[in-house]
């Protein structure tokens, strides 16, 4: 005979341990509905600005050089060797101060000798004056003469031939006054000719001597004293200090905003922690093919104490938009990618769009393209795609 199978035992700690497990699926399974739920079904207030197009300050920025408006390279007109430099770099001068000498002896002794030939050349005046005042008694005697012979011929008293040998002397003395006129209009010509080479050598002397053309300072020197200095060649260079400005540059679709008047802050890379006040001076007519920029100068309401020209520095002009703007907070500005972006509230839930933004205006940003009037702009912190939302507080 076959035994009977036992029966299996249930315990009550099995029933209490499949209890245990049901329940940790059910509150598993609850946790996870309630966190869908939250996050992607039950709306969150959330801060928002809206979008409204109004006029704005725009700070406009570009980099910029050190430069001058007046700023001369003093240069010689005349070749020679320098006897002397009587300034140096970093020296103020005035206007006609002498900068530097030119060795000048054989100028001196060509103005001596030309002094000497105007005098000479003035005695042959004298000389042709007195010439003709001779010619002047011999025409009056031969004149005297020729008019008594006439009469007598006249009276049978003489004979032609008598008459024919004075009037040929009268002639001949009016022919000696001609001469001697132009004796003396030639020697006064050749008093004019050497009185102006005078005057050119005079010239040449006085540019042997260098002089400052404008008050301002000595920013580089080139030469030293017993160079060959050659006409044209750089000597020094000299700034006026009250034209010295900053030349920015812009790209050229801030032509129509940028004006002239308006002030801007300047920041020098040598000391990046003071600000300078100036103010727009005039704008170039012209736009680089290349970079597209145009230059601005930026006048200084003073100067740093280690300037330089051609330092660089970074401009920003505070110009007024020219038409109504989009401008939105820069904090709610955020970045994927490396892009800008905002979120925006869109059918209820969070989208992060792209943007352009353009110029900055105190802690709010243009943008370009990316928003349009109305567009709720949403609190970036917190925010993922598609995140259900609702307005909360507006931003200002």
Same mark, same amino acid.
Do not use: C
């Given at each position: ?123 042959? %005046?004298? #000389? +042709?004056?007195?010439?003709? !005042?001779?010619?002047?008694?011999? *025409? $009056?005697?031969?004149? /005297?003469?020729? &008019? =008594? ?50 005057? %050119?050598? #005079? +010239?040449?002397?006085?540019? !042997?001597?260098?002089?400052?053309? *404008? $008050?301002?300072?000595? /920013?580089?020197? &080139? =030469? ?173």
């Amino acid at each position: 005979m076959k035994p009977e199978p036992v029966p299996a035992l249930h315990t009550r700690a099995d029933h209490s341990a499949g209890w245990r497990r049901f329940a940790f699926v059910a509150l598993a399974a609850l946790a996870a509905g309630a966190y869908g739920f939250y996050w992607y079904i039950l709306p969150a207030p959330v801060p928002y600005h809206e979008v409204r197009p109004r006029l704005m300050s725009l700070e406009i920025n570009g980099p910029g050089l050190l430069d001058a408006i007046n700023r001369v390279v003093v240069t010689s007109r005349i070749q020679g060797f320098l006897k002397v430099i009587e300034a140096d770099r970093n020296d103020v001068v005035k206007t006609g101060q002498v900068l530097a000498r030119l060795e000048s002896v054989d100028l001196q002794n060509q103005l001596a000798a030309a002094v000497a030939e105007v005098t000479a050349a003035e005695r042959g %005046v004298t #000389e +042709a004056q007195s010439e003709r !005042a001779r010619a002047q008694a011999m *025409l $009056d005697k031969t004149k /005297i003469e020729f &008019e =008594r012979r006439t009469t007598l011929v006249r009276l049978n008293a003489a004979s032609q031939a008598e008459l024919t040998t004075t009037e040929a002397a009268f002639k001949q003395a009016e022919a000696d006054i001609a001469r001697t006129d132009a004796g003396i209009e030639r020697a006064r010509a050749q008093v004019l000719s050497q009185q102006a080479n005078v005057k %050119v050598l #005079e +010239a040449r002397l006085a540019e !042997a001597t260098i002089t400052s053309p *404008l $008050d301002g300072v000595v /920013i580089s020197r &080139e =030469r030293n004293p017993g160079d060959l200095l050659l006409p044209g060649a750089n000597l020094m260079q000299v700034v006026e200090l009250s034209t010295i400005n900053v030349s920015a540059r812009f790209d050229e679709s801030a032509r129509s905003t940028i004006k002239v008047g308006q002030p801007a802050r300047i920041r020098f890379a040598a000391d990046p922690s003071r600000e300078w006040n100036g103010k727009v001076l005039r704008l170039s007519r012209q736009v680089d093919q290349e970079t597209r920029e145009f230059t601005a100068d930026i006048t200084l309401d003073s100067l740093p104490e280690s300037w330089a020209m051609g330092q660089r520095a970074n401009v920003a002009v505070e110009a007024q938009s020219p038409e109504r703007v989009i401008g939105i907070p820069e904090s709610l500005v955020s970045r994927r990618d490396g892009r800008a972006g905002v979120w925006l509230a869109q059918r209820g839930r969070a989208v992060w769009t792209p943007l352009t933004l353009g110029y900055i205006s105190g802690s709010n940003i243009e943008v370009t393209r990316g928003l349009k009037e109305g567009d709720a702009v949403l609190a970036p912190a917190g925010r993922y795609a598609f995140q259900p939302v609702s307005l909360g507080t507006p931003l200002p």
